[in-house]
């Protein structure tokens, strides 16, 4: 079933499938946000702005609304 990042629990490992806004696809591709790369949700801020997760081995954070445009699928 297909998520947003921003949804996902921490813990939590996904595959990226797809991103909403062009604007943003850029910017995540050249940070290790590529279709099909897992990630896992590490750190979520008590707001839930900023969440910082493990892709392509290392740390990255995601404001909110970044997160809001990565289409993600969970791993059973």
């Known amino acids: 079933m ?4 921003s949804e996902i629990k921490i813990g939590k490992k996904v595959i ?3 991103f909403e806004n ?3 696809f850029l910017k995540l591709m050249e940070m290790g946000c ?3 790369e897992v990630v896992t949700v590490n750190q979520v ?3 839930k ?3 910082s997760i493990m892709v392509a081995g ?3 954070s995601l404001r909110l609304n970044e997160a809001e445009n990565i289409i993600v ?3 059973a």
């Open 2 to 5: 297909e998520k947003r990042l």
């Open 16 to 18: 990226i499938k797809a």
């Open 22 to 24: 062009d604007e943003i």
């Open 34 to 36: 590529v279709p099909g």
């Open 45 to 47: 801020s008590p707001f």
């Open 49 to 51: 702005d900023p969440i």
């Open 58 to 60: 290392y740390q990255l």
């Open 73 to 75: 699928e969970e791993i």
